[in-house]
């Protein structure tokens, strides 16, 4: 067997918000071999995992998120699984829920909400912008709430909304609201404080700026949440789910967080070595393969680079004409860029032409084009990543200019 560092196989440049391009020590990992869930081999490494994600308070950590005492549940399945989550343990039928709507996942987990039973208000914002924080205020005031709940990073128009400020509205103003945030599109390149901030529940997935393949269902709820769901199971009230019940869940993480399995169902065994593997990428525990004598980078130093990242690709894509869908530079994404299409240019024209030369970007709903910039396409500045997209970018976007240019010329001349 060659002692050389594994490396992954030439590929399309993935430049999606999510999933995004995994680093070699991830994809490897990946390839552990099958191993039962119970094994002592296993319990820590899961258990590693329960810890790394949580948030802790002073640096230097080793953690991600910045709680002390946050109740973590991974559980094999989507993102979305997060929001039944929610729906199912925190909300019971006929209670009110506030959705602030920054883009198309606002609607989406109005709609979870709905399906278990609660009576959901949304507050909507203009594409591209955020739900006002006096509209919030107003909101609060005007009903009592349950839950309310925001995307942090709205995948579908790239808008950041100001976690810190609307869960200080809802402190100030309904203290009993528990204060939920769909993280999935920032955690890991956008700074979270849960303790600090007051939050309740964050919700995230693997597939994105934690920088794993897809399918883990990643959530830390408060303490406090952890109570509201406690009381409701002391009242003899079940949870709305099955799959999702934290009766279910609570004391398999509780165990493996101790060093001893527990079953309720299988978890996905290779995509946790995976994730323990990217875990010790971002907290510093190991360094990359390709710079093994490298000092290990500070989560702040990490938050800056996909800061700069952003600002790159953003500056350019302004150069190049081209308009972000987010309306003020301060709301704009740093995981990702959202751009509107120039007149006249579609998805058909742009995307081909961004993969035939070996980078993959994605088309939306709104005549837009999304690019994500996080993890490992912007920490290891080796790769060049950051680059092949602007370049990429720059160059395809020429090409259908000059059809274009040479289309008119012709229908122009009758031919």
């Not at 060659?2 to 030439?10: G, I, L, N, T, V």
């Not at 398999?252 to 527990?262: D, F, H, L, R, S």
């Amino acid at each position: 067997m060659s002692d050389r560092p594994f490396k992954q196989a030439p590929h399309k440049l993935l430049v999606i918000p999510g999933p995004i391009e995994v680093a070699d020590e991830v994809l490897f990992a990946n390839a552990h071999p099958s191993m039962s869930h119970v094994s002592p081999e296993f319990i820590p490494i899961f258990g590693d995992c329960i810890r790394m994600i949580r948030f802790v308070r002073l640096p230097p950590t080793l953690e991600v998120l910045y709680t002390d005492d946050a109740q973590p549940f991974l559980i094999s399945g989507s993102g979305t699984l997060g929001w039944d989550q929610v729906a199912a343990n925190l909300v019971e039928p006929g209670e009110q829920v506030l959705v602030l709507h920054s883009g198309y996942f606002g609607d989406s987990f109005a709609d979870c909400f709905e399906t278990y039973g609660a009576e959901v208000t949304q507050l909507k914002a203009p594409i591209g912008g955020t739900v006002p924080l006096a509209d919030v205020e107003k909101a609060l005031r005007e009903r009592k709430y349950k839950v309310l709940t925001f995307t942090h990073v709205d995948t579908s128009t790239g808008v950041l909304s100001d976690a810190q400020a609307i869960a200080a509205v809802a402190k100030r103003v309904s203290p009993d609201t528990l204060v939920v945030m769909d993280a999935v599109c920032s955690v890991a390149s956008e700074q979270i404080l849960f303790d600090d901030w007051a939050l309740d529940v964050v919700l995230t997935a693997s597939q994105k700026g934690l920088g794993a393949p897809p399918g883990l269902s990643i959530l830390l709820a408060s303490q406090r949440a952890m109570g509201v769901w406690a009381e409701r199971k002391s009242g003899g009230r079940r949870e709305g789910s099955y799959y999702a019940s934290w009766s279910k869940w609570l004391p398999i993480m509780k165990a493996y967080e101790k060093g001893t399995a527990a079953y309720f169902a299988t978890p996905p065994v290779n995509l946790i070595y995976a994730f323990h593997a990217s875990l010790c990428l971002i907290t510093g525990r190991t360094a990359p393969s390709n710079s093994p004598n490298a000092t290990p980078l500070p989560l702040q130093d990490r938050f800056a680079l996909h800061r700069q990242a952003s600002q790159q690709i953003k500056a350019a894509a302004k150069a190049l004409g081209l308009k972000q869908i987010p309306l003020k530079e301060e709301e704009a994404a740093n995981g990702m860029t959202a751009l509107y299409f120039p007149e006249g240019v579609g998805a058909g024209d742009l995307l081909p032409r961004l993969g035939g030369g070996g980078s993959l970007l994605r088309g939306a709903a709104w005549g837009d084009q999304r690019i994500g910039h996080m993890g490992v396409s912007v920490v290891d500045a080796e790769r060049g990543d950051v680059e092949r997209v602007v370049k990429a970018l720059t160059e395809s976007l020429e090409e259908v200019k000059g059809v274009k240019a040479r289309e008119a010329r012709e229908a122009k001349e009758g031919k």
